[in-house]
């Protein structure tokens, strides 16, 4: 086959990157000390079916394993399981150099990378990045300004991330075992900046009264002003909060402690307003 022209208007703009190959799943692994640690079933499922019908369109990126003769995954293990489970004999895998002098790629490589893939996934738990970027400071010795530089974040992300290292231990130990559970990346900043007794409180209540975000960082914000002896312009007040097949109705209360009844009755009040509001 002739080489195309050096003239050749396609060719103009680009160039060849070097490492990519297709490579047998049997020689890829995962990699077991990776941040994520959950993968949702319905969503590698759906991934699957994508495969099977048109292939894996962006390569993984791997690295040698010398020791072993296989291929250690750096980023796209969800490409990689949905791979698998799709039947597929090889996958397509950018691999990256290794230096010749320290024969493998540094762990400190890798878990940077692994950051910068998994950092906006809605579903990671927020643990998963958290640890992570832990392991950085306290095994690596990175500053938070380092790991900023290197994720490409704002220094302050950083450290409200790490901030989830100082919850209480019991509330940790329940996030990192339900994935799913009623606490976010921004419900766990919130209560990082309360004092440990004041962060089951607060815990307790977004759970009962099933607190927003937005709701849980607003109460945070005033138990903090009560701690550090500052007036609050609004005493944090219970919420209660129920869904009903049409609507979800919130109650929210100027005392802290409320009982059903309390509730009851407003709801009582509420009922005659409107039936009030339909007579006239």
């Given at each position: 086959m002739?080489?195309?022209?050096?003239?050749?208007p396609?060719?103009e703009?680009?160039q060849?990157l070097?490492?990519a190959?297709?490579?047998?799943?049997?020689?890829?692994?995962?990699?077991?000390?990776?941040?994520r640690?959950?993968?949702?079933?319905?969503?590698?499922a759906?991934?699957a079916d994508s495969?099977?019908?048109r292939?894996?369109?962006?390569?993984?990126?791997?690295?040698?394993?010398?020791s072993e003769?296989a291929?250690?995954?750096?980023?796209?293990?969800?490409?990689?399981?949905?791979?698998?489970?799709?039947?597929?004999?090889?996958?397509?895998?950018?691999?990256?150099?290794?230096?010749?002098?320290?024969?493998v790629?540094p762990?400190?490589?890798?878990?940077?990378?692994q950051i910068?893939?998994?950092?906006?996934?809605?579903?990671l738990?927020?643990?998963e990045?958290?640890d992570?970027?832990a392991?950085?400071?306290?095994?690596?010795?990175y500053?938070?300004k380092?790991i900023?530089?290197?994720?490409?974040k704002?220094?302050?992300?950083?450290?409200?991330?790490?901030s989830?290292q100082?919850i209480?231990?019991?509330?940790q130990?329940?996030?990192?075992?339900?994935?799913s559970?009623?606490f976010?990346?921004?419900?766990?900043i919130?209560?990082?900046?309360l004092?440990a007794?004041e962060?089951?409180?607060?815990?307790?209540?977004?759970?009962?009264?099933?607190?927003?975000?937005?709701?849980?960082?607003?109460a945070?914000?005033?138990?903090r002003?009560?701690?550090?002896?500052k007036p609050?312009?609004?005493?944090?007040?219970?919420i209660?909060?129920?869904?009903?097949?049409?609507?979800?109705?919130?109650?929210s209360?100027?005392?802290?402690?409320?009982?059903?009844?309390?509730?009851?009755e407003?709801?009582?009040k509420?009922?005659?307003?409107?039936?009030?509001?339909?007579?006239?």
């Amino acid at each position: 086959m002739n080489a195309p022209a050096a003239s050749d208007p396609s060719h103009e703009g680009r160039q060849r990157l070097r490492g990519a190959f297709a490579i047998s799943v049997a020689r890829i692994r995962s990699d077991p000390a990776q941040p994520r640690r959950t993968f949702d079933a319905a969503d590698l499922a759906e991934l699957a079916d994508s495969i099977r019908a048109r292939g894996i369109l962006q390569p993984i990126r791997v690295w040698y394993v010398a020791s072993e003769n296989a291929y250690q995954i750096i980023a796209g293990e969800r490409r990689f399981r949905a791979a698998e489970a799709a039947g597929l004999e090889a996958i397509p895998c950018i691999v990256e150099d290794v230096p010749a002098r320290e024969g493998v790629l540094p762990r400190k490589t890798i878990l940077v990378d692994q950051i910068v893939e998994n950092w906006q996934r809605s579903d990671l738990n927020p643990y998963e990045l958290s640890d992570a970027l832990a392991e950085l400071r306290d095994t690596h010795d990175y500053s938070q300004k380092q790991i900023a530089r290197m994720t490409g974040k704002p220094e302050s992300e950083v450290s409200r991330l790490l901030s989830l290292q100082n919850i209480d231990a019991a509330i940790q130990q329940q996030v990192r075992g339900s994935p799913s559970g009623s606490f976010s990346r921004r419900h766990l900043i919130a209560l990082a900046q309360l004092p440990a007794e004041e962060q089951r409180r607060m815990a307790e209540t977004v759970q009962e009264s099933k607190l927003t975000a937005v709701e849980t960082e607003r109460a945070a914000a005033t138990m903090r002003k009560r701690s550090r002896g500052k007036p609050s312009e609004r005493a944090a007040g219970a919420i209660r909060r129920f869904a009903t097949p049409k609507a979800t109705v919130t109650v929210s209360f100027r005392k802290g402690e409320v009982t059903d009844d309390d509730v009851l009755e407003v709801l009582r009040k509420v009922q005659a307003m409107v039936e009030q509001r339909i007579d006239e």
